[in-house]
């Protein structure tokens, strides 16, 4: 008896599955009792031809015409639904619960000599199997593949301004960052102010004289600078437009009056704002670093102080206690995680 309207592919898939099941070691025979009449032809010509004879063993203990006897008697009581008369779409329907029932009851029986698997196959091969086959029949029930394409839409570039007040650790907290976060672009200010001890020029900062600084600032070469405690700061342009039109993320380490010029150029910015845990604490910073004479050190405080007031310029402020800078450091890396997970992200133009 043949079964009604249902498509052959769907059974060609379900006989694929019980050849991956057994390796490509079908018996005709015995898919032909399994399956009466409506499945011989298209076994015949799906399946690797395998003597019946019994030579040969498909597992240690288990010869092929004990394996297909077994196989046989089972799989036939799963076939059964087919012989009665039904539509099309229940004749799909029942052909793909019969093709992961077959796929479970081959399972059984490949497994069930003791459990070892001597034909190589581990249960997880089997599973990928199964699921391969019942994701072919949702494809085709849909009429399209699944896509392996993310699902999330890629993020823009970030330009993050890194401020804070003198001595707050903005140099610190960035060069944590450049050690953990090694796919982005930390920009190499140009300055004028001299090298502190263990500066290397290029790397932590551009080190040139005012003169040359000034020609950088005829030439429009500068994105912002600025005139800070007496020396000239200001962020190459050119660093930042290569490494956002790569889809790099770009870190700006500023002072307040440098991240507010930004946030005016590049409204998209992101600009974090770093805070010592009290005045106390940046003080004892600036002191410690011991960089500054008395007089400069007192003029830091006392711009630190303004600086503050302008905290709810920012978009987000960042605690850096004393001995924590790690936290500190993860708390950006956090902001930015999150940033990037933003619906709404508009492109930086420079
Ligand atoms: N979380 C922290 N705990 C303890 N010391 C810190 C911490 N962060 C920074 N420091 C120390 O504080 C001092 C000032 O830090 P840093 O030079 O990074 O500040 P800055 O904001 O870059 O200052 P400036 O703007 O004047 O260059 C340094 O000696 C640094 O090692």
């Known amino acids: ?51 019946t004879k019994g030579e040969g063993r498909l597992h240690s203990g288990c010869s092929a015409t004990r394996f297909g006897v077994s196989f046989f008697r089972r799989v036939r009581d799963l076939a059964s639904p087919l012989g009665r008369k039904t539509t099309a779409l229940q004749n799909q329907g029942e052909q793909l619960r019969l093709s992961q029932l077959v796929s479970s009851q081959m399972q059984t029986l490949l497994f069930s000599n003791n459990g070892s698997t001597d034909s190589g196959a581990s249960e997880s091969d089997l599973e990928t199997h199964t699921e391969a086959v019942m994701m ?148 004892r910073r600036l002191l410690g670093r011991k960089t500054e004479p008395l007089d400069r050190a007192l003029v830091r405080v006392e711009t630190a102080r303004q600086e503050t007031k302008r905290i709810a310029e920012f978009d987000y402020v960042v605690e850096n206690p004393s001995g924590k800078l790690e936290e500190t450091v993860g708390k950006i890396c956090s902001i930015i995680e999150a940033e990037k997970l933003r619906m709404q992200q508009k492109a930086i133009r420079i």
């Open 136 to 283: 072919a029949a949702l494809e085709k029930k849909l009429g399209s593949t699944f896509s392996k394409r993310s699902t999330l839409p890629s993020p823009k570039p970030l330009l993050i301004v890194i401020s804070g007040p003198s001595g707050v650790g903005k140099d610190a907290v960035i060069n944590r960052l450049q050690e953990i976060q090694r796919d982005m672009h930390f920009v190499v200010t140009a300055t004028t102010r001299p090298r502190r001890e263990g500066e290397v020029d290029g790397k932590d900062y551009i080190f040139m004289n005012k003169e040359k600084f000034e020609e950088l600032i005829e030439r429009d070469e500068l994105l912002e600078h600025a005139l800070v405690y007496g020396d000239y700061k200001g962020i190459p342009k050119q660093q930042v437009r290569k490494a956002l039109s790569k889809g790099t993320d770009v870190v700006l380490r500023l002072d307040v009056q440098g991240a507010a010029t930004i946030r005016e150029l590049v409204p998209e910015s992101l600009s974090i704002f770093l805070v010592a845990e009290n005045e106390r604490a940046l003080v």
């Open 1 to 51: 008896m043949r079964a009604g309207g249902a498509g052959g592919v769907e059974r060609c898939r379900m006989m694929n599955a019980v050849k991956m099941m057994t390796r490509g070691r079908v018996w005709p025979n015995v898919c032909h009792y399994a399956f009466p009449g409506c499945y011989r032809n298209t076994l015949d010509r799906c399946c690797v031809a395998v003597q």
